[in-house]
Structures are given as structure tokens and as C-alpha cells.
């Protein structure tokens, strides 16, 4: 089963924007591609899939109790530029693993398979699209969010065929009890512990910004080198500050992943210079802080440069911890396999993070070969995958057992 699993993830792969690498991003042609297929290995159980109003995919295998509420499984769908087949891909390939590994067995509750329609912020520098829809945070603000060809994102919405106005009909209410993700590590913990699976207790908090200095655009081969005012200069002095105060605070990821500079001629000091800046911690008071202390220095450089800087947060997501009780159930499942878990924090965002703003959810990483992600390299053992979709499983059956796996009342 590891080895079907793994193949489709590297079908699903083949569906993409560009020639000879992986890229697929919010509702773009290759997602409907992407849907047909999956469509198709859930038709095959008996399963009916519908895309809601944002794009996710979703389809239900019916339980015994039609009344009970549905354990949600899935992942994301869309990929980064030059992207890897297993990221997102692989937690929603595994969810229609499972339910095959069923044989037709029901369970006292549905399961309900999705594929979020976007997770990665690619298209429109706004992640998380496809998960925000079911918690009800799609609002007009981000419908008018537009991409670099000035398309909207209700735009998207209505060229892939579908309805913004039925966006609040995508909502999970009280027909769901929980969510489980099962995610690529995309780092080298696991690995390094010689770890199958790992229980993700937190998701750190990430804030991503951009950062403008300016300065004078002049001629490179005349101006004197104590007479520039040269915004990229100003920038990389700020870039090293930045990776030498992320290495001086514990548990703190800092990247600068995006510099353009204005105009951008070699023969012309740089007049602008727009970065990036992303900030992750598990406590958001470090990572506040860090923000804080980062924002304080490119003024500082700027001033002493004759520059000046300007920064705009674009994203502001708080640390998420996942849910105690579903997190113990899924550390007891790794050991009833034979694997020994590890209880670690995610560095990388997830729909779990967005999710668990209603309801109960839980997180299995699988070993990540390298600590390689978001590259044609990155991959995962087929051993692990096998031990996931055990892991899988004896969880299933764990849920089916607990009185206290019953409708719970959403968070507010």
C-alpha cells in the first residue's frame, strides 16, 4: 500500500503550471486535474467528492452513525515553485489510504477527506485560503486580495466555475469533531533521532512582512564611495543582523527569502530595495520581540546611512498548541505499531493551525529523508508511510472506543 500511495503522490506531481518542474498554485488549471484524479480513487470506495465554494476538495466516507460527527483527514494541494511531491500531497494521498485499508469497514463516525485548495500563500502572498474557508474567515478583504496579473482572488473563484457567494456553506459547524493532518517533518529532526513518526504538540507562530529601504539611485561608475546612498548596501547590512540576532534567541527561525532592488541595473547604485522577512517561534512573545528588535535595527542602519525604511506586516499567526487529548492518543497509536514518538513543534504553518480555532486537532509527522522540503529532492521512506497508515488505523479504532469521541461544542 506504501508503494500505491507513494505513486500517486508522484501522479498527482505531473499535474502542474510549468514544463519540467512542479508548481500549482490557488485554482489554477492543473488543480482541476489534480481533482478528476482524486476523484477517481474515491469513487472506487463509494465515495461522492465535491469542491466547495473556495476550491477545497472534500467527500465523505460514511459511518454507522449517520448522526455522529466527522473526523476530518486531509492536507493541502498546492505547491510551491520548484516544488517537491510529497508536501501537502502526500496527508492527502494517506487519508484515501486509510479508508481503502479499511476494506469497506465502517466506523461508529464518518471520515471526511480534504484537500485544501491552498495552503502556501503562493499566488496571492496570502496563505491558508482553503483551511480559512472552513473556519469562516474569508471575508471581502481577502476576497479583493489580487494576485501579480491583478486577478482578485474572487476572481480566481469565479473563473475555476464557482459561487464566492456560497463560501459560508464551506463552514464546519457541528457535523465535525476533529481534525488530523499527517504532514511531511520538512526538517531534520526525526531523521537525526532515527524516528519514524512524530507528534507535533505545537505550531510555531510565523510573521511575514516586507521591508522597503531607500536611498538615491546614482550613477555606480561616478559617485564616490562615501557619498552613496545606496539602499542594498543598507539592506544586506540589515540581512546580517538579522541572521545574527536569530542565532542569538533560542528556538527562533528568522529569513530574509526575497530581495529586488530598483531599478535593478548594474551599473546604477540601487535606489530601492524590497525584502521579505519571515519570523517563526513557538512562544509569540520571542517572536514579537524578535520582530520588534529586527524592525528597531533597519532603522538604526538606515539612519546612520542617510536611508529610509518602511515595513508592513502581511501576516500575523499566532503559536498554535494542538489538542492534549487527541495528541495523546496519537503518541499512543506510534507506540502500538512498534514506533517510538517524539513530541516535537512544527517550524512550518499548517491547516491544522487554522482549524484548531474550532475544533480539536492532531498532527503525525513522517521522517523527512535529509530534512529536505520544498525541492525536487525532498522525498519520504516507504517504510514510514507504511507505519503511518498503521499508525493510522489503530487511531481510527482508538476514536471508535472512547466515549468521549462524541459532538463537541465549537470553540468560540
Known amino acids: ?228 546612498f545606496d539602499a542594498m548596501a543598507g539592506a544586506a547590512e540589515w540581512i546580517t543582523v538579522v541572521e545574527q540576532t536569530a542565532k542569538s534567541i533560542p528556538g527562533l527561525v528568522a529569513t530574509v527569502g526575497s530581495v529586488q532592488t530598483m531599478p535593478g541595473a548594474t551599473n546604477v547604485i540601487a535606489a530601492e530595495a524590497h525584502l521579505s522577512l519571515d519570523v517563526r517561534h513557538a512562544a509569540d512573545n520571542a517572536r514579537r520581540r524578535a520582530v520588534e528588535q529586527f524592525v528597531d535595527r533597519a532603522k538604526e542602519i538606515s539612519q546612520s546611512r542617510g536611508l529610509a525604511v518602511s515595513s508592513t506586516i502581511r501576516l500575523n499567526q499566532p503559536a498554535v498548541s494542538m489538542d492534549p487529548g487527541l495528541t495523546r492518543e496519537v503518541e499512543s497509536a506510534i507506540r502500538e505499531v512498534g514506533c517510538r514518538p517524539h513530541r516535537m513543534v512544527s517550524g512550518a504553518g499548517h491547516d491544522a493551525m487554522i482549524l484548531a480555532e474550532r475544533i480539536p486537532c492532531a498532527m503525525i509527522f513522517l521522517r523527512t529523508p535529509g530534512g529536505i522540503s520544498h525541492d525536487p529532492a525532498e522525498s519520504v521512506y516507504a517504510e514510514d508511510v507504511s507505519k503511518a497508515i498503521e499508525c493510522g488505523l489503530q487511531l481510527l479504532d482508538q476514536l471508535a472506543s472512547l466515549p468521549s469521541f462524541q459532538p463537541r461544542t465549537l470553540r468560540a
Not at 500517486?8 to 490557488?26: I, N, V
Not at 488543480?31 to 470506495?45: C, D, S, T
Not at 510529497?86 to 477527506?113: C, S
Not at 473556519?135 to 471581502?140: F, I, L, Q, Y
Open 1 to 228: 500500500m506504501a508503494e500505491v500511495t507513494l505513486s500517486r503522490c508522484r501522479t498527482l506531481a505531473s499535474f502542474s503550471e510549468d514544463a519540467g518542474s512542479l508548481r500549482r498554485t490557488y485554482l489554477s488549471p492543473p488543480m482541476r486535474q489534480v481533482h478528476r484524479e482524486i476523484a477517481g480513487w474515491l469513487a472506487a470506495l463509494g465515495m461522492t467528492t465535491r469542491i466547495d465554494a473556495v476550491g477545497n476538495l472534500r467527500a465523505v466516507y460514511a459511518g454507522t452513525d449517520q448522526s455522529a460527527p466527522c473526523l476530518l483527514i486531509g492536507s493541502h494541494l498546492d505547491t510551491v515553485p520548484n516544488a517537491g511531491f510529497y508536501d501537502g500531497m502526500l496527508g492527502v494521498v494517506l487519508a484515501i489510504a486509510l479508508l481503502e485499508a479499511l476494506e469497506n469497514r465502517k466506523l461508529p463516525y464518518p471520515i471526511e477527506v480534504v484537500g485544501f485548495s491552498e495552503e502556501e500563500g503562493v499566488r496571492f502572498g496570502i496563505p491558508f485560503i482553503g483551511s480559512r474557508a472552513l473556519v469562516g474567515r474569508v471575508d471581502e478583504q481577502l476576497l479583493n486580495n489580487q494576485d501579480a496579473a491583478g486577478a482578485s482572488v474572487r476572481k480566481a473563484i469565479e473563473d475555476f466555475g464557482l459561487n464566492p457567494a456560497e463560501i459560508p456553506n464551506a463552514v464546519i459547524n457541528n457535523d465535525a469533531c476533529a481534525y488530523l493532518e499527517f504532514h511531511i517533518e520538512q526538517g531534520p529532526v526525526l531523521e537525526n533521532l532515527g524516528r519514524s513518526l512524530g507528534v507535533v504538540e505545537t505550531i510555531a507562530g510565523q510573521t511575514r512582512m516586507d521591508l522597503v529601504f531607500t536611498g538615491r539611485a546614482n550613477h555606480a561608475g561616478t559617485t564616490p564611495m562615501d557619498l552613496r
